[in-house]
C-alpha cells in the first residue's frame, strides 16, 4: 500500500483568507478522519467520512470550516476566515477495508502546517 | 467521559537504557481499544500497537513491550535498550468501542529523547 498522502505539507496565510488542504488516503480505505494538532499537545478529532459521507463532526469544528470526500476517495479540508487559533497541523488518517471494524489502526499522513500571519 | 492521561512530559535517557512510558486511561465501556503510535520529528504518526479491552496479555515485539493492566486502567509501553532512533513523541490513545465512530482520544503525549 502507498500511505495516506496529505498536501501541502505547509501552508502560510494572511488571517481572514481562505484555505484548502487534501488528503488521498490508503486505496480500499472506507473510513477517513481529520484531526487537529497544536504544540505539545495529541491530536483532537475533528471529522471522519464513512465512504462519502461525513458521518460526526466534533465541536471543534466551527461553521468556517467544512470538509467534503466527494465518490469516496480523496477528501478536502476548507477553512475560511482563518483566524490566528486556526496555526495548527491537520492531520488525516484513513483505516478499515471492506469487512474490518471500526477499531482498525488509522494509519496517518505527514499532515499539513498551517500558519496563520 | 473518555480521557487518556500521559503524566509524563518529557523524558531523557542515555542510549542502551531501559525506558517506560505511562498511560493511564479513564473510559465506562466495557468494549475499548488502545493503541500507541509514534510521531518523530518528521510529523507523521506511526502505529505501534494496538490491544483490545478483553485482551490483558502482555506483547513483546522486539525491543518494545506493552504492559496492559484493566485493574488500573494502564496500558504503558517499555522500550528495552533504547536506541537514539528511538527519539521521538509517543502517543497513547482510546477508542470507545460502543461507538462505530473509530475515533481516537490521544494523550498529550510524552517525548522521548535517547542521547548517545
Known amino acids: 500500500d502507498t500511505g495516506v498522502s496529505q498536501n501541502p505539507r505547509h501552508k502560510i496565510t494572511k488571517r481572514g483568507q481562505n484555505v484548502t488542504f487534501r488528503c488521498d488516503p490508503i486505496?480500499?480505505?472506507?473510513?477517513l478522519y481529520w484531526y487537529r494538532q497544536t504544540l505539545g499537545q495529541g491530536p483532537e478529532f475533528l471529522t471522519y467520512?464513512?465512504?462519502?459521507?461525513?458521518?460526526?463532526k466534533s465541536r471543534l469544528l466551527s461553521d468556517r470550516f467544512s470538509a467534503e470526500r466527494p465518490k469516496g476517495s480523496f477528501s478536502t479540508l476548507e477553512i475560511q476566515r482563518t483566524e490566528q487559533g486556526d496555526s495548527a497541523m491537520y492531520l488525516c488518517?484513513?483505516?478499515?477495508?471492506?469487512?474490518?471494524?471500526?477499531?482498525?489502526?488509522?494509519?496517518f499522513g505527514d499532515g499539513t502546517r498551517l500558519s496563520i500571519l | 467521559a473518555q480521557k487518556v492521561t500521559q503524566a509524563q512530559t518529557e523524558i531523557s535517557v542515555v542510549e542502551k537504557e531501559d525506558v517506560t512510558l505511562d498511560c493511564v486511561y479513564e473510559?465506562?465501556?466495557?468494549?475499548?481499544?488502545l493503541f500507541w503510535y509514534k510521531q518523530p520529528p518528521s510529523g507523521e504518526l506511526v502505529f505501534l500497537i494496538r490491544?483490545?479491552?478483553?485482551?490483558?496479555q502482555n506483547e513483546i515485539s522486539g525491543r518494545y513491550s506493552w504492559n496492559f493492566q484493566k485493574s488500573t486502567s494502564s496500558f504503558n509501553f517499555t522500550i528495552t535498550a533504547s536506541q537514539v532512533v528511538d527519539s521521538a513523541v509517543y502517543f497513547c490513545?482510546?477508542?470507545?468501542?460502543?461507538?462505530?465512530?473509530?475515533?481516537?482520544?490521544f494523550g498529550q503525549g510524552t517525548t522521548l529523547q535517547v542521547k548517545p
Open positions: 490513545a482510546l477508542c470507545r468501542g460502543s461507538s462505530n465512530t473509530g475515533k481516537l482520544i
Open positions: 467520512f464513512q465512504n462519502e459521507a461525513q458521518l460526526e
Open positions: 488518517a484513513s483505516s478499515q477495508r471492506p469487512g474490518q471494524g471500526a477499531d482498525q489502526p488509522q494509519h
Open positions: 486505496s480500499e480505505h472506507n473510513r
Open positions: 490491544r483490545n479491552s478483553f485482551d490483558e
Open positions: 473510559t465506562r465501556d466495557t468494549t475499548y481499544y
